[in-house]
T-cell receptor, first 112, second 116 residues
Framework: GENVEQHPSTLSVQEGDSAVIKCTYSDSASNYFPWYKQELGKRPQLIIDIRSNVGEKKDQRIAVTLNKTAKHFSLHITETQPEDSAVYFCAASLGSARQLTFGSGTQLTVLP | DGGITQSPKYLFRKEGQNVTLSCEQNLNHDAMYWYRQDPGQGLRLIYYSQIVNDFQKGDIAEGYSVSREKKESFPLTVTSAQKNPTAFYLC???????????????FGPGTRLTVL
């Protein structure tokens, strides 16, 4: 099956700085890579995703890059704000039911 | 994601008891999924279903059971065989129609199960 590793597990940045979270996956057949944001006690919410036929996608302050050769994808958040503080999860999709395998999460703290 | 509901929000169980967690969606999604989340950890897949009356085991199915009698509903039973059931349980759904290779999953609000 698929295995997704996520780094770092915790990340603190000053407000206005950029944050980068990295994930690697093991199965080259994975073809969809979403990123979820989860606030304390709440449900995960999709913030951005990328398909395997695309190398980069951007949505305002958030961007995701995918390197299929290296089986590596990253989340970039620019001009961070305190409300960006949350746990972020990467995931990879594989299988006929498109089930997701999640990374272990990154606790992002944006310091004012 | 307002189209997926889970109940109850909090659930307390005594050891040795089975308990059933409810998950309902009105998004007309084909696929439904159950995940378990432990503190400080990611989501792990318990069971999933692509179609009514069919479901498959995920990575951590032991001690759990599911049914999919209706497209809208995918209840999860935590049995007494699950040795460490205290966790946050999340249900999700997604479509399998349309473009072939991706599936945004929408999550319910979760059920926090505590075994006393």
């Amino acid at each position: 099956g698929e295995n997704v590793e996520q780094h770092p597990s915790t990340l603190s940045v000053q407000e206005g700085d950029s944050a980068v979270i990295k994930c690697t996956y093991s199965d080259s057949a994975s073809n969809y890579f979403p990123w979820y944001k989860q606030e304390l006690g709440k449900r995960p919410q999709l913030i951005i995703d990328i398909r395997s036929n695309v190398g980069e996608k951007k949505d305002q302050r958030i961007a995701v890059t995918l390197n299929k050769t290296a089986k590596h994808f990253s989340l970039h958040i620019t001009e961070t704000q305190p409300e960006d503080s949350a746990v972020y999860f990467c995931a990879a999709s594989l299988g006929s039911a498109r089930q997701l395998t999640f990374g272990s999460g990154t606790q992002l703290t944006v310091l004012p | 994601d307002g189209g997926i509901t889970q109940s109850p929000k909090y659930l307390f169980r005594k050891e040795g008891q089975n308990v059933t967690l409810s998950c309902e969606q009105n998004l007309n999604h084909d696929a439904m999924y159950w995940y378990r989340q432990d503190p400080g950890q990611g989501l792990r897949l318990i069971y999933y279903s692509q179609i009514v009356n069919d479901f498959q085991k995920g990575d951590i199915a032991e001690g759990y059971s599911v049914s999919r009698e209706k497209k809208e509903s995918f209840p999860l039973t935590v049995t007494s065989a699950q040795k460490n059931p205290t966790a946050f349980y999340l249900c999700a759904s997604g479509t399998l129609q349309g473009e072939s290779s991706y599936n945004e999953q929408f999550f319910g609000p979760g059920t926090r199960l505590t075994v006393l």
